[in-house]
C-alpha cells in the first residue's frame, strides 16, 4: 500500500505538469486558459491529494477527542487550549462548521477503535470480508465492527466523510433479539450491505446515498421499519403561529404518507419550472409554457396552490387547480411482502418518488383506496415484456420502467420518476422496439444531453445497460439497478425473515 507521502506527491506531481509550479493565487489564469479535460484533471488531482490529508486530519481529530476525554478534566488536550471539548478544538483549527467538526471528530474515533475494537454484541462481524479469510483461517486483527469498512473505505479515499456519514447513519444498527444466531445474521447483513452501499458512493450523490441506506434498512429490519413509520405518524403535527406583526407562520411535521402526497401535489404543478419532462400533448405543452411564463415565484405559486386545494377539497378540479399533471401517490409493494402481512408477519412497501420505506400494509391501505398495477418482473427486477409496437412507451409501460429503474438511471442522478422521460436505446426509425427491455428512464436533462452530445446506451439480452461516451477511448459505464431496488426484488436475497423476534 503506499504512503501517504507516495499518494500526495503523485497528485502534486500531476497539478505541476498541468500548471506549473505557481501559487494557489497566480494559480486562476493558468486554469482558465486551460480544456475541459485538463480541468476535470485539476479537479481529480487536487480532490485525491485532499482526500489523503482529510484522512490523516480525520484520525488526528479522533485522537484530540480521546486525549480530550471528560475523565481527564482541566488536562485534557482541547481543555488546555480553552476549549470545552474536541469538537469545538477542531472547528477552530479546520475553520468547518461545528455540524463537519463532529462528523469528522467521531469517524476519527471509529478509526481508531477500529484497529483496536472492543468486543461486545454485534462486534463480531468485519463488512469488508463478513465471510472471514478466504483460507477459513483466523482472522489477523480481532474483532471488528459490522461498519469497519466504512472507516477503512474512506482512509483509502474510497468515500468522503458526508459520505461515510450518511451510509452509517442510514444503515443505523442492526436489531438485537437477544438470540445469538439472528443477532450475527442481522450484523452479517448489516456489514454486507455497507459494503455494496461504498460500492454504490461514486455513483450517488450523498442525499440518494443516505436515502438509500435507509431503505435497505427498512428491508433487512421490516419490524423496525414498521415501528419507525408508526412513531413518524404519531409525531405528525401542524402548528400556526403570529409575530408580533400579527403575520401568521406555520410549521408542518409530516409523517411518511403526508410527506408524499404534498409533495406530489407541488410537484405536480411545479414541474414545468423544475426540469420536469417535456409535454408532447399540445395543451400540456400551452399550459406549461404559461406556468414557465408566470411572473410569480416557485414560493408564491406553492402558497396559491396550497390555499387553492384547501378552498375546492375533495371537490376539486384536476385540470384547474393541477395543471397538466394531476398528483398522485405510487406505493411499490412485492407480492411476498404484501402476503406476509396477510400472515401477519411484518413486510415493507417504498413510496416510488422518495423511495421512503412504509410498512406493507400501507400498500394494502392505498390499493383498497386507489387500486393498483400488477407488474411482473422476473428475478433482477427486468418487466416482463408486454410486447408494445407503438412510437411512444404506453402509461403501463412507463410505470413499469418506473418500477424498475426508480428515476434517471444516468451515473450520479437522483431525479425521480415523475422528472423523467422514457428513452429508445435503439432508435425507433431505425427499427427499435418500443418494448420494456429496450427502454430507460431519463430526466429531461440527460435525454437531452445524450441525444446532442454523441452519447449512446446499450444493451445485451436482459444484461446490464451500458453507457457509451462519445470519447472513443472511454470505456462503457454500467448503469446498475438502484441497490435499493435490488433488495426489493429479492436478487440480493436480504435474510430479513431471519431476523424477527421469537414468539
Known amino acids: 500500500m503506499d504512503t501517504f507521502g507516495a499518494l500526495i506527491d503523485q497528485h502534486v506531481r500531476s497539478l505541476i505538469a498541468m500548471l506549473g509550479d505557481v501559487s494557489v493565487s497566480d494559480s486562476a489564469p493558468v486554469i482558465?486558459?486551460?480544456?475541459?479535460?485538463?480541468?476535470?484533471?485539476?479537479?481529480?488531482?487536487a480532490s485525491g491529494a485532499m482526500a489523503v490529508l482529510e484522512g490523516l486530519r480525520t484520525v488526528a481529530a479522533g485522537a484530540a477527542a480521546r486525549l480530550s476525554a471528560r475523565d481527564a478534566g482541566h488536562s485534557g488536550l482541547a481543555q488546555r487550549r480553552g476549549h470545552r471539548s474536541a469538537i469545538s478544538l477542531v472547528q477552530e483549527l479546520t475553520g468547518v462548521s461545528r455540524m463537519q467538526a463532529g462528523k469528522v471528530t467521531r469517524l476519527g474515533q471509529e478509526?481508531?477503535?477500529t484497529t483496536a475494537p472492543a468486543a461486545g454484541a454485534g462486534a463480531t462481524v468485519g463488512c469488508a470480508d463478513p465471510a472471514g479469510p478466504p483460507d477459513g483461517g483466523q482472522p489477523d486483527a480481532g474483532p471488528r465492527t459490522w461498519h469497519a469498512c466504512l472507516g477503512e473505505a474512506f482512509t483509502a479515499g474510497r468515500?468522503?466523510?458526508?459520505?461515510?456519514t450518511a451510509i452509517r447513519r442510514g444503515l443505523g444498527e442492526p436489531p438485537d433479539s437477544g438470540d445469538a444466531q439472528i443477532d450475527a445474521d442481522a450484523v452479517a447483513a448489516w456489514a454486507i450491505?455497507?459494503?455494496?452501499?461504498i460500492d454504490e458512493a461514486s455513483r450517488r450523490t450523498v442525499e440518494d446515498l443516505g436515502s438509500a441506506a435507509r431503505t435497505i434498512r427498512d428491508q433487512l429490519d421490516p419490524e423496525g421499519a414498521a415501528r419507525r413509520f408508526h412513531t413518524q405518524y404519531e409525531d405528525r403535527s401542524f402548528r400556526m403561529w403570529a409575530d408580533a406583526d400579527g403575520i401568521r407562520f406555520a410549521k408542518i411535521r409530516f409523517e411518511p404518507g403526508g410527506?408524499?402526497?404534498?409533495?406530489?401535489?407541488?410537484?405536480?404543478?411545479?414541474?414545468?419550472?423544475r426540469g420536469g419532462p417535456r409535454f408532447v400533448d399540445p395543451d400540456e405543452r400551452a399550459t406549461g409554457e404559461e406556468l414557465a411564463a408566470d411572473p410569480r415565484s416557485n414560493e408564491q405559486l406553492a402558497y396559491d396552490l396550497l390555499?387553492?386545494?384547501?378552498?375546492?377539497?375533495?371537490l376539486a378540479d384536476a385540470a384547474s387547480v393541477f395543471g397538466a399533471r394531476q398528483a398522485g401517490v405510487r406505493v411499490v409493494v412485492s407480492s411476498k411482502a404484501l402476503d406476509a402481512t396477510r400472515e401477519g408477519l411484518p413486510g415493507t412497501a417504498t413510496i416510488e418518488e422518495t423511495a421512503t420505506s412504509v410498512p406493507a400494509t400501507f400498500a394494502g391501505q392505498r390499493i383498497c383506496d386507489s387500486g393498483g398495477v400488477e407488474c411482473t418482473v422476473d428475478d433482477a427486477g427486468n418487466p416482463l415484456k408486454l410486447g408494445r409496437t407503438a412510437r411512444l412507451f404506453s402509461a403501463t409501460q412507463r410505470l413499469a420502467l418506473a418500477v424498475r429503474d426508480g428515476g434517471c438511471v444516468w451515473l450520479g442522478c437522483d431525479r425521480p420518476p415523475s422528472y423523467c422521460e422514457a428513452h429508445h436505446i435503439d432508435k425507433y426509425s431505425e427499427g427499435g422496439r418500443t418494448d420494456l427491455d429496450r427502454g430507460v428512464l431519463l430526466c429531461a436533462f440527460h435525454h437531452m444531453n445524450l441525444h446532442h452530445h454523441?452519447?449512446?446506451?446499450?444493451r445485451d439480452g436482459t444484461g446490464p445497460f451500458l453507457l457509451h461516451s462519445p470519447d472513443p477511448d472511454a470505456p462503457p459505464s454500467t448503469l446498475r439497478p438502484r441497490l435499493e431496488r435490488r433488495y426489493l426484488w429479492g436478487d440480493l436475497q436480504p435474510p430479513s425473515t431471519r431476523f424477527r423476534y421469537a414468539a
Open 32 to 45: 482558465a486558459r486551460l480544456g475541459y479535460d485538463d480541468v476535470v484533471a485539476v479537479i481529480e488531482s
Open 111 to 113: 478509526l481508531l477503535d
Open 159 to 164: 468515500i468522503s466523510v458526508d459520505q461515510q
Open 193 to 197: 450491505a455497507a459494503e455494496q452501499l
Open 259 to 273: 410527506a408524499a402526497w404534498a409533495a406530489t401535489v407541488f410537484d405536480a404543478a411545479l414541474r414545468p419550472r
Open 307 to 314: 390555499i387553492d386545494v384547501l378552498h375546492a377539497g375533495a
Open 454 to 458: 454523441g452519447w449512446w446506451i446499450t
